[in-house]
């Protein structure tokens, strides 16, 4: 049952890190920019529900204002670091830096607002009920469980049926093509990073709940974020998802053959594992030299 | 550009500045004692920061008060982080930049990378907060007011066994503290008649114990006894209790902190602490308990007592060096404790060892509904 039970805080963890990696790989998808603050959004919207909750909103308001921060964030950095940056060099390295002292600053700004421990919420979603002899499962499983499931579904369901979701499909592939269709690049960039950021709330909300958040909380899913969207298949929505179902399962399970502390290091073996064997991922397209 | 000539005159005038700022004794006795805190005061342990902080604040508010020094004292404080590396620069600044002569330091990894600093700037080091058994006689500058959790685990053992909690299971921060408790845990309940079936490592920075949840079900131990600190105690304590574990919590005094009082969950939780009897008679006690009440509205936590006695410490061996017309030093304040031994201090009187470890009895106190705490042993 020891496994069985693995595998459920496995599925657990991986669904949250599966919602973060899928709103990466979108807007590394369609615009291909290394959006490494992805983490700082997370964090944000993760503060911003614990707060707004804390001072007496109810879970959807605070739901929704955490929404809100992150799409705030998430359309800024679009808007105010990536499009001048993009208008003078473009450089990888210049982006990634950019980025990288985004989420740093970010930090530094829950640190200073919030304070540098943890904060946690106490609900009795987390409180863990046995399903069958020795297997324990909390309602905070099955309403991962669903809104990842509905949020997939009808993300994948946006992508494949609306103009701008098939926009978005074809930004990263031709933005002339697009604008002679009538569709301005710009605006589908600003929708990816509205969608991409919008979908780390989910993961944020459930991990200020399960395990509580500190303001670095941001870099270590950022992390993981990358290693799910590499083993899924970059810039693929679909294996990120799977990505990250695959590292959360993997970082818990280890942990019935290897030591306890070895469980975070589990993901990134995963990581080197797809890159030494499968460097396409898992449902990423083959490259040709 | 200044050649080797002009650098030497420098130099001389240099070394004759401190005569010309002070000319005479009586002015150079009005120099103050420097004294430097080297506590967590940022980052996931802040908190014990805080309450280490505001211990020795009140001692230098009564030290004044009492006129009980001919120097005043300036305290010093540099942020360790609460981890080795910090205690390591952090008291490399107050010995060298500060010349700090007696230093407050709490957390085992920040004190053992801080006293070989300590021992060769012949500077004191104090430790009230961190509790890893290898902390003892670590260097003959450094010392205990804090009694270290071998003495804690020797006392808790029998008393779990006797009430039937032999099978203990462990989960500790792999550092230098949790690997020195979970070594004196194994010996002290082997001695007692129990045993540790399972010890499971964890970072100091992780935060999901879901996992390790399940493995301590499948172990099915009579206890589960956690050696962490800081606000990672709260989430250990909230994840094991939401993922099924029910067996009794137990812990060291490092649980023993204003998050882990106000989390519903670690009510039944039993954890060792040093004897604190706040309705002690003794007037030094009195008067500590009286005012700190009075300023912060709550009865103080044993790391407000040993930092209060650490500081009380250093006014009663300095003044008694000036009346021997010695000067403080850390040699002086070393030799001065070991030709004592025994001090008027916040519990009673404090008698230390050859070690500089000052010996106090250990009390079992269980945590009850609303975060009160009641001495069960």
Redesign the interface.
């Known amino acids: 049952?020891?496994f069985a039970?693995?595998v459920v805080?496995g599925i657990?963890?991986g669904l949250l890190y599966a919602l973060t990696a899928a709103g990466f790989a979108i807007i590394f998808g369609a615009t291909r920019i290394f959006h490494v603050a992805q983490g700082a959004a997370f964090a944000l919207a993760g503060y911003a529900f614990l707060m707004s909750n804390a001072a007496g909103l109810a879970w959807p308001l605070a739901a929704l204002l955490a929404v809100v921060v992150a799409v705030a964030f998430g359309v800024g950095m679009e808007r105010w670091v990536y499009r001048p940056i993009q208008r003078h060099e473009a450089s990888f390295f210049t982006v990634f830096v950019a980025s990288f002292g985004v989420t740093i600053i970010a930090q530094s700004l829950i640190?200073v607002s919030f304070?540098?421990?943890?904060v946690?919420l106490?609900t009795p979603l987390?409180?863990?009920r046995?399903l069958l002899p020795?297997l324990?499962v909390?309602p905070v499983f099955w309403i991962a469980l669903a809104v990842t499931a509905a949020l997939f579904l009808g993300l994948a369901v946006f992508l494949r049926f609306t103009r701008a979701g098939i926009g978005l499909r074809a930004l990263s592939e031709s933005p002339e093509l697009l604008r002679s269709y009538g569709l301005s690049s710009s605006r589908l960039s600003v929708l990816a990073f509205a969608i991409g950021s919008a979908l780390c709330v989910p993961g944020a909300i459930l991990t200020a709940a399960?395990?509580?958040l500190?303001p670095s909380?941001g870099a270590h899913v950022m992390l993981i974020s990358l290693a799910a969207t590499i083993v899924g298949g970059i810039g693929s929505v679909s294996g990120a998802a799977c990505g990250g179902l695959l590292l959360g399962i993997a970082?818990?399970l280890s942990?019935t053959l290897l030591?306890?502390?070895w469980?975070?290091a589990a993901s990134f073996i995963v990581l080197f594992a797809f890159i030494l064997l499968r460097p396409r991922g898992l449902f990423g397209l083959a490259s040709t030299r | 550009m200044i050649g080797r000539r002009g650098l030497m005159i420098g130099a001389t005038m240099a070394s004759a500045i401190p005569a010309l700022t002070y000319p005479d004794p009586a002015q150079a006795a009005a120099s103050p004692y420097m004294l430097g805190t080297l506590f967590p005061m940022s980052g996931p342990n802040a908190e014990y920061g805080e309450i280490f902080t505001a211990g020795a604040d009140m001692a230098l508010a009564h030290v004044a008060a009492d006129k009980m020094l001919r120097r005043p004292i300036v305290m010093k404080a540099v942020d360790s982080l609460a981890t080795p590396q910090g205690g390591a620069i952090g008291m490399s600044r107050l010995v060298n930049v500060d010349r700090a002569i007696y230093v407050l330091v709490g957390f085992t990894g920040v004190s053992k990378a801080a006293a070989p600093i300590g021992m060769r700037a012949k500077s004191i080091l104090v430790n009230g907060g961190g509790i890893g058994p290898d902390l003892a006689g670590l260097t003959p500058y450094f010392w205990n007011v804090i009694p270290l959790a071998n003495k804690e685990v020797e006392r808790l053992a029998p008393w779990a066994v006797a009430k039937g909690l032999k099978r203990i299971a462990a989960v500790y921060v792999d550092d230098p503290y949790g690997i020195g408790v979970v070594s004196s845990l194994k010996s002290s309940f082997s001695k007692a008649g129990g045993k540790v079936v399972a010890a499971y490592p964890i970072s100091p920075t992780d935060q999901e114990f879901a996992a390790i949840a399940a493995k301590l079900r499948a172990v099915k131990p009579d206890a589960v006894y956690f050696a962490s600190y800081g606000a990672q105690q709260s989430e250990i304590i909230k994840q094991l209790r939401n993922n099924g574990v029910t067996q009794q919590l137990l812990s060291p005094s490092s649980v023993d902190i204003p998050s882990v009082h106000a989390l519903p969950q670690s009510k039944g939780l039993i954890y060792t602490a040093q004897s604190a009897d706040w309705n002690s008679p003794d007037p030094v006690t009195r008067r500590f308990v009286q005012d700190w009440k009075a300023k912060y509205h709550k009865d103080p936590v044993p790391y407000n007592q040993n930092y209060y006695n650490a500081v009380l410490l250093f006014a009663l061996l300095a003044s008694a060096l000036e009346k021997q017309g010695k000067p403080v030093n850390g040699e002086n304040l070393r030799n001065q404790l070991l030709a004592q031994r025994s001090f008027p201090l916040v519990g009673g009187t404090g008698v230390f060892d050859d070690n500089g470890d000052i010996s106090l009895p250990i009390v079992i106190k269980q945590f009850q509904a609303g975060g009160k705490v009641v001495k069960i042993a």
């Open positions: 049952m020891l039970q693995l805080a657990q963890t640190e304070g540098r421990g943890f946690t106490s987390t409180q863990a046995p020795g324990y909390a399960v395990t509580g500190q909380i970082e818990n942990i030591n306890t502390q469980s975070e």
